[in-house]
């Protein structure tokens, strides 16, 4: 059921028009040929080949369309829930599990990138999926996964997903720790130290030779010196100490409760504590000597701190954007539910275990649907920022007359670019602008009309100085994401005034401004 509200009440967001990075990556997927998808030469192809191969595969099945392209991300995030929920059902009792699928489908990013043609689906799937099988894998036979299905899952998920790394060494070590509750429950006995190091050995050879295919044929390649130094300063302790601790937890705290209000920061700050004090907790106890909290510390705890390394060693951005930290959720659900487990514990001797009967299940179940269905009503009150670049080109392609030129500025071209062969229309006259192009494009110079021109302004002027006829078209983007832009956005109806053309027409959508521009008549003479 909170699947069923969660899932289906994001679907009217999987026929949204692509944004930026979306249309850059559903470029390359659509590309000629295989190669030419993996090696984009149009923008930095940070995006995992697994990920691409699979899309690719999946479009040659459904047919092109900004549906099909979200398919993939949205089956991931479906699965994704389902493996926490197996994972949380096997760690906590019934209505901690409960609580904590609750809070994944009500999670804003999560729900966010299950609609986006983005790989960031995929880290959430990989991350639930490494959760569960060291967890089983630490409860010993007959709970424990098989040694190829380990192997499959490690091999391929470091193709559809970068961050699966970081889950390589907690399941290794999960392996090669005695199995946590196999001696105790009687069960067969726990392999000798020698069985579990001949176990591990190999499967960490097979996922380094995996791990290195990936960086020597795909990552290295597509690393260039732009996306490098984009991400020079989001990562940790780049900075001082003080700027990485702040950084770092409200990243976290924004990925646990969206910072979409002044109210929702507070949340988010007591959510991210509760995460430290059952990560603390299940520290102190694994110290302990408790082997559940060893299996946690292990399982969750320990594919947090080999991130935290990588990033710490420049090799992952995790100061800027939820995102990049969407594969961390399933430790920190985990690490949650940990912190709060006395006390509900201490509620349901409180109660005489109503919480945990049927009764309790049932109530506490609605409760999670109703809280679920309540935030989707919120989120509809927030403005919808998303970029329309289909809608803008549909107009285009209503109002514009043949022979009519049209300027795309440089943080539009990839959507404008995916959307005219998709919609099987372009304007007989285009001017690539070279202004305004985010991160990370490749050969820009090749693909500008003009690349000695640097600004938006002099490229205005450029544009409407080359235009024989009294009308022209412009399609920019807003800025809302892009502050260092707006000065120029908005100064573009006075830059073509000092040209000799004046606004005929001005559509806003979001995300996008088109300009519709007629020659202004000469003045009188006196």
């Known amino acids: 059921m909170l699947l069923l509200v969660g899932f289906v009440t994001r679907l009217g967001g999987m026929s949204r028009s692509l944004w930026l990075d979306e249309a850059w990556v559903a470029n390359s997927i659509t590309a000629p040929t295989w190669s030419q998808m993996f090696f984009y030469d149009r923008w930095a192809q940070s995006t995992p080949p697994g990920y691409l191969a699979v899309t690719r595969a999946w479009l040659g099945i459904a047919g092109e369309s900004e549906v099909a392209l979200r398919t993939v991300p949205f089956a991931a995030t479906v699965f994704s829930v389902i493996l926490l929920a197996l994972a949380l059902r096997r760690i906590f009792s019934p209505a901690l599990a409960i609580l904590g699928a609750a809070f994944a489908v009500a999670n804003f990013w999560l729900m966010k990138y299950a609609e986006q043609g983005k790989q960031y689906s995929c880290d959430l799937f990989m991350a639930a999926l490494f959760l569960w099988l060291i967890w089983r894998y630490q409860q010993g036979p007959p709970e424990r996964p098989g040694y190829l299905a380990l192997a499959i899952s490690g091999v391929a998920g470091v193709f559809l997903s970068y961050t699966t790394l970081f889950w390589f060494p907690a399941m290794l070590l999960g392996m090669v720790l005695p199995e946590a509750t196999a001696a105790a429950a009687g069960r067969l006995p726990s392999p000798s130290a020698t069985e579990r190091w001949t176990r591990a050995v190999p499967l960490g050879a097979l996922y380094s030779a995996a791990v290195l ?128 487990e006395p006390a509900w514990k201490w509620l349901g001797e409180l109660t005489g275990g109503w919480l945990e009967g049927p009764a309790g299940l049932i109530i506490l179940t609605m409760l999670c649907v109703g809280f679920t269905a309540a935030l989707r009503v919120v989120e509809r009150r927030f403005p919808d920022r998303a970029e329309r670049p289909r809608e803008a080109m549909l107009f285009l392609k209503e109002h514009m007359k043949p022979g009519e030129p049209l300027y795309v500025h440089g943080a539009m071209t990839e959507q404008f670019y995916y959307y005219r062969r998709f919609l099987k229309w372009s304007p007989e006259k285009i001017y690539w602008g070279n202004s305004g192009w985010p991160c990370c494009p490749i050969g820009v110079a090749s693909r500008v009309t003009n690349p000695a021109m640097k600004e938006l302004r002099p490229e205005l002027q450029d544009f409407a100085a080359g235009v024989p006829g009294d009308r022209l078209w412009i399609f920019v983007t807003d800025a809302q994401f892009t502050p260092e832009l707006r000065a120029g956005i908005e100064r573009i109806e006075r830059t073509m005034e000092e040209a000799g053309w004046r606004t005929a027409g001005k559509e806003t959508m979001p995300g996008l401004i088109l300009y519709e521009m007629t020659r202004a008549a000469p003045a009188p003479a006196e």
């Open 213 to 340: 295919a990936a960086w020597w044929f795909f990552l290295r390649p597509n690393r260039t010196a732009r996306l490098v130094e984009k991400n020079s300063d989001r990562f940790l302790f780049h900075e001082d100490l003080r700027t990485t601790i702040t950084g770092f937890w409200d990243n976290v705290s924004a990925l646990l409760v969206a910072h979409v209000a002044w109210w929702a920061v507070w949340i988010s700050y007591v959510v991210a504590a509760l995460v430290a004090v059952g990560a603390m907790r299940a520290g102190w106890q694994a110290w302990q000597g408790d082997t559940r909290a060893r299996s946690l510390c292990v399982a969750c705890g320990i594919p947090l701190l080999t991130g935290m390394a990588m990033s710490a060693a420049g090799q992952y951005p995790l100061m800027w954007h939820a995102r990049f930290l969407i594969w961390m959720l399933p430790g920190f659900i985990v690490f949650l539910l940990y912190a709060i």
